[in-house]
């Protein structure tokens, strides 16, 4: 196998979350339980290094998620409330990719922009000790743009072993506004700063990788509220097969590790955090004098808290520079 053959599957930046970060903020940690780090964004080859040159990412996201609670009152009252998000989204935008060393490492910078419909939806009953009970419904969708989304990255190489730090954030240029139930913005600037490995054989076509990084959010001044840090890790292992088809499973995890500033002091810093697994499949093929790359991956929530859960599913379409042949390939980046 030619190991540059795979390096477009390591095209990805950070996703801020868009549903739902509006008036549902009382009911859920990171104003209404989703996150500026969306989970999943880094998956299988996220710290291998890539063809130098332009490329071009597209993702596109359904995501569905939906959670409710109930609260006993002394006399035999009770209180339910419930939210649900849907949402379908695509992120897209260039990847530069340097060819001069930079630290000894590969340099990348990306950009991307968000755009795409939400969904959001918010349910409320109050149920006295006689069995009267009063409902409130409310649903509002949205389609328009989001946020802006930088990233710049470090990768190194060393044989089957590959290292990555990297860092990325939001500019928070999206459509907000505090008093939807449906946003396609978060309304915040955030920081998220991490690293990765990845362990590639050319050979046999296995690869493992994993990344981990902490968000820390800034302060919503429309609702002077400010999200805690937030600790995220992805992962995914895969085996390609001919050179092109790619099989594998993909995972992530996203824990809350500081209080949030602005919640009820009742809700004992209000952390957040979620689990997912699923199956991801991928498969390279020539696009002219480029390289294209498609792969689709779908995760099923578990262990949510403070924080929705249900499903999401990917597709992402790569363009990117051809390998060049191995007689007139440069050697990789070496640590």
């Known amino acids: 196998m030619k190991r540059q053959k795979f390096q477009a599957v390591t095209v990805g930046a950070g996703f801020c979350a868009l549903l739902c970060a509006g008036s549902l903020a009382p009911a859920f940690a ?3 339980g989703l996150s500026f ?7 299988s080859l996220a710290a291998a290094p890539s063809t130098p040159g332009w490329s071009w990412a597209t993702f596109y996201i359904h995501t569905d998620v939906a959670s409710g609670a109930g609260a006993q009152f002394p006399r035999g009252g009770r209180l339910d409330v419930g939210i649900s998000g849907r949402g379908d989204l695509v992120g897209y935008g260039p990847t530069y990719v340097f060819a001069t ?3 000894g490492a590969q340099l990348s ?6 755009a795409g419909r ?7 009953s109050l149920t006295g000790p006689l069995g009267n009970t009063i409902a409130l419904n409310r649903t509002q969708d949205l389609t328009s743009y989001g946020d802006v989304l930088p990233q710049v990255s470090l990768k190194w190489n060393q044989g089957v072993n590959n290292f990555m730090v990297y860092g990325t954030g939001d500019i928070p240029v999206g459509d907000y506004d505090p008093n939807r139930l449906a946003n396609l913005g978060i309304g915040h600037g955030a920081i998220d700063l991490g690293g990765g490995y ?3 054989n050319p050979k046999s076509g296995n690869e493992f990788s994993w990344v981990m990084g902490l968000t820390y959010n800034f302060k919503n001044t429309d609702t002077n509220y400010q999200n805690g840090i937030d600790f995220h890790f992805d992962w995914g292992a895969s085996r390609f097969f001919d050179n092109k088809f790619q099989l594998g499973v993909v995972g992530y995890f996203l824990q809350q590790v500081t209080d949030d500033f602005g919640a009820p002091p009742a809700l004992d810093g209000f952390r957040s955090q979620i689990a997912g697994i699923g199956p991801q499949v991928g498969f390279l093929f020539p696009v002219g004098s480029m390289q294209g790359y498609v792969n689709v991956k779908a995760y099923k929530e578990f262990a949510a808290q403070n924080r929705p859960e249900g499903w999401n599913a990917w597709l992402t379409f790569a363009l990117s520079p051809l390998a060049p042949e191995p007689s007139s390939a440069k050697p990789m ?3």
Request: proline share 6%.
């Open 333 to 335: 980046y070496h640590k």
């Open 37 to 43: 780090w969306l989970p999943g964004t880094f998956g």
């Open 109 to 114: 910078v990306s950009v991307l922009g968000i």
């Open 30 to 32: 990171d104003e209404g």
């Open 198 to 200: 990845t362990y590639f």
């Open 101 to 103: 060393p930079v630290l």
């Open 118 to 124: 939400s969904e959001a939806s918010a349910a409320l």
